[in-house]
């Protein structure tokens, strides 16, 4: 099951193929499948292409967090 990770401002964002959601952990953790310091989960509905759709995701999260938005996990990646 190929899955990007992209590590960014003290967070993993992992997003598997086919899985249709980013998950975000406090924390780095490498190659790691297990939900351990689980912070949010992403309900992007599309499946990734490349990393840069992972990236995408990771910015527009942590904006959302910046900016004390709520319900950050309803935004589709096709609103990015």
């Given at each position: 099951m190929p899955t990007a990770w992209h590590h960014y401002?003290?967070?993993t964002f992992r997003w598997g193929r086919g899985d249709h959601t980013v998950?975000?952990?406090q924390g780095r953790h490498l190659a790691?499948?297990?939900?351990t310091f689980l912070v949010d989960v992403i309900d992007v509905g599309a499946?990734?292409?490349?990393?840069n759709d992972l990236v995408r995701v990771t910015?527009?999260?942590l904006r959302q967090q910046?900016?004390?938005?709520?319900?950050t996990a309803r935004?589709?990646?096709?609103?990015l």
């Open positions: 401002a003290g967070y998950t975000v952990h790691s499948y297990a939900n499946d990734w292409e490349d990393d910015h527009w999260w910046w900016r004390g938005t709520e319900n935004c589709p990646v096709t609103a």
